[in-house]
């Protein structure tokens, strides 16, 4: 399904704006944030009608070879059969039920034993819980109050910048560590002795992800008596090994986890050591559908089948083949664009890099309604997910469509190039 470069998108995603135009009306800002426009709301997909696999419809009909993916969950692919059938037949014995269950234990056993070093844990919804409550368990166990953080850990407080409508006071007690200079985390400990309880890092802002830059961060926390955490919310699950820090042979305090974790079901967990998550007794680490057995049967079957299927290798190299097609596409059209690892392969993205940024957005925006139009969805300011289920032909087709894109960016904007 595509659309002639030079039309106007308008009449394609009718259906997509006449709900948004609704949805103005009554939701703040007219979307979820994660559903703000890919390019405008008249020149892009704002709704999806379901997914299957490594594809998505819209409400259009438009079918697409999804590379948002809902930004992360979908590891095995959308509406995944075993999956959805464990998380189904959990709900029908009734979820989530009183007090404890099973699975709760059973579950956080199962992801003991895939994380080395790693002797308890606990369970949540999302990955801001988890991360969230990291950082109160490390409170706890260290008696502080400070944190240093680096890269994105959700939508609470603690992370956001303070013109984000945050509570005063969050700057002094959150302090953040520029991801491009790892090496000034030991004078920002200095800056404070004795008074961080934490240091959280995501691992997907270091490019390239370098053993000795993490085991230097974990020797310099752990030297000023803090705690370590390692937010693999993203990472986890698509890394060979099964994990950042498995890749890099690298035992952080707590690792924090959701996403790919329950493939669609709300799930997430933090694990790590005993010394540190005893703290977590008592503490008001709680939610009412924390213990949301459902969910957790999903994530049981999802690691079922990373234990049985060569899922990290997979998605490791269909991101290497767009990766390198993209760019191959890119000096084939003579665009400045550049396709990489985010900081894995199998997150893939690519950044237009022409020198002016009104120059670089117009380029983007236009390569973007193009390849939408030729269905694929990707998303041009959010790195992009593979899943098990996509396949070689979606590659294909992918490099297909971008290479049509990028010859219409070429002919449409011959002026800026
Ligand atoms: C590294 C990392 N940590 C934490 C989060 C927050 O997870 P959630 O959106 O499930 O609250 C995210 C979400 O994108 C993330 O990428």
Not at 359 to 383: K, T
Not at 398 to 410: G, K, S
């Amino acid at each position: 399904m595509s659309q002639s470069s030079s039309t106007s998108t308008h009449s394609f995603y009718k259906n997509s704006a006449a709900l948004y135009r609704r949805s103005c009306e009554i939701i703040p800002g007219g979307h979820h944030l994660s559903g703000r426009p890919l390019v405008t709301p008249e020149d892009s997909p704002m709704y999806i009608d379901r997914g299957e696999g490594s594809r998505c419809w819209d409400v259009d009909g438009h079918e697409y070879v999804d590379y948002v993916m809902a930004f992360g969950p979908h590891l095995l692919g959308y509406a995944h059969p075993e999956v959805d059938a464990a998380a189904i037949a959990q709900l029908r014995r009734g979820a989530p039920l009183s007090m404890n269950h099973p699975l709760h234990l059973k579950f956080i056993e199962r992801l003991i034993a895939r994380f080395p070093g790693a002797e308890m844990g606990t369970f949540f919804k999302t990955g801001s819980e988890a991360t969230t409550a990291a950082l109160r368990i490390a409170r706890r166990a260290t008696g502080r109050r400070r944190v240093i953080r680096c890269g994105y850990h959700g939508w609470h407080d603690w992370c956001l910048p303070l013109d984000a409508a945050v509570p005063d006071g969050l700057a002094q007690q959150v302090l953040e560590l520029p991801a491009a200079e790892p090496e000034r985390l030991g004078a920002l400990l200095q800056a404070h002795p004795g008074e961080v309880a934490a240091v959280i890092v995501a691992p997907e802002m270091f490019h390239p992800p370098r053993r000795e830059v993490f085991a230097a961060m974990i020797e310099t926390t752990r030297e000023h008596g803090a705690v370590f955490i390692f937010d693999e919310v993203k990472t986890a699950f698509r890394t060979p090994r099964g994990s950042m820090q498995q890749f890099l042979d690298l035992q952080p305090d707590i690792t924090t986890l959701s996403k790919a974790l329950g493939n669609g079901w709300a799930v997430a967990a933090l694990v790590g050591k005993r010394s540190v998550l005893r703290h977590g007794a008592g503490l008001h680490l709680s939610a009412t559908y924390h213990g949301d057995t459902a969910a957790m049967a999903a994530a049981m079957a999802t690691l079922d089948i990373l234990d049985r299927e060569d899922v990290t290798g997979h998605v490791w190299r269909l991101g290497e083949r767009l990766i390198s097609g993209l760019d191959a596409a890119a000096r084939a059209h003579g665009l400045p664009v550049v396709a990489y690892g985010e900081p894995i392969p199998s997150m893939p993205f690519m950044r237009f890099t022409h020198p002016q940024p009104d120059v670089r957005d117009r380029l983007r925006d236009s390569f973007y309604v193009e390849v939408l139009a030729r269905g694929v969805l990707l998303h041009p300011r959010h790195l992009w997910f593979i899943s098990h289920a996509h396949r070689d032909a979606d590659i294909d087709r992918t490099l297909a469509a971008a290479r049509e894109a990028m010859a219409a960016v070429r002919e449409r904007h011959a002026d800026l190039l």
